[in-house]
């Protein structure tokens, strides 16, 4: 399958280039401007200390719409938001949200090495091994499943 030409700049200026990946990039995608972040300390400040000042963008909203819904994600910064994300931050707090995405980390790695690897040569349905994953990592994070008893087909 061909990558695209992002992929491809990607993988010949830092890859084999062996160059350091830039805090921030912009690329022009036709009249839109693209940034892209790649160190976490601009989104955290962003979207923890900063996040009260911006809306977030409508046309990220409509497109992860059908995944995720009306969720507090993009929802107006408004009394009703501010409320919601007083009683997540409870329960997402930072150091908790570290441990949860290394649990992300292995569960991800584990199912790639143990399902898409050993496929080898063989099409992968990759709506239901999405699926699957999804699921893996809820059951993980929320509810303390370990790779072993999860026996998703």
Same mark, same amino acid.
């Given at each position: 399958?061909?990558?695209?030409?992002?992929?491809?700049?990607? %993988? /010949?200026?830092?890859?084999?280039?062996?160059?350091?990946?830039?805090?921030?990039?912009? $690329?022009? $995608?036709?009249?839109?401007? =693209?940034?892209?972040?790649?160190?976490?300390?601009?989104?955290?400040?962003?979207?923890?200390?900063?996040?009260?000042?911006?809306?977030?963008?409508?046309?990220? =909203?409509?497109?992860?719409?059908?995944?995720?819904?009306?969720?507090?994600?993009?929802?107006?910064? /408004?009394?009703?938001?501010?409320?919601?994300?007083?009683?997540?931050? =409870?329960? $997402?707090?930072?150091?908790?949200?570290?441990?949860?995405?290394?649990?992300?980390? /292995?569960?991800?790695?584990?199912?790639?090495? %143990?399902?898409?690897?050993?496929?080898?040569?063989?099409?992968? /349905?990759?709506?239901?091994?999405?699926?699957?994953?999804?699921?893996?990592?809820?059951?993980?994070?929320?509810?303390? =499943?370990?790779?072993?008893?999860?026996?998703?087909?």
């Amino acid at each position: 399958m061909k990558s695209s030409i992002i992929n491809e700049f990607v %993988e /010949d200026t830092y890859v084999k280039g062996k160059k350091d990946v830039p805090p921030i990039v912009g $690329l022009v $995608l036709g009249s839109k401007v =693209a940034l892209i972040v790649n160190r976490p300390e601009p989104c955290e400040e962003l979207f923890l200390t900063k996040n009260k000042y911006f809306d977030k963008h409508p046309n990220s =909203a409509e497109f992860l719409k059908r995944m995720i819904g009306n969720s507090i994600l993009f929802a107006k910064s /408004d009394m009703h938001w501010q409320q919601k994300r007083k009683t997540l931050s =409870a329960a $997402l707090y930072k150091e908790k949200l570290r441990v949860m995405v290394d649990m992300m980390k /292995d569960v991800t790695i584990h199912m790639i090495r %143990e399902r898409w690897m050993k496929a080898e040569k063989q099409n992968i /349905d990759i709506v239901k091994e999405s699926s699957n994953l999804f699921i893996k990592i809820t059951l993980t994070c929320l509810f303390g =499943a370990t790779k072993e008893d999860i026996m998703v087909p």
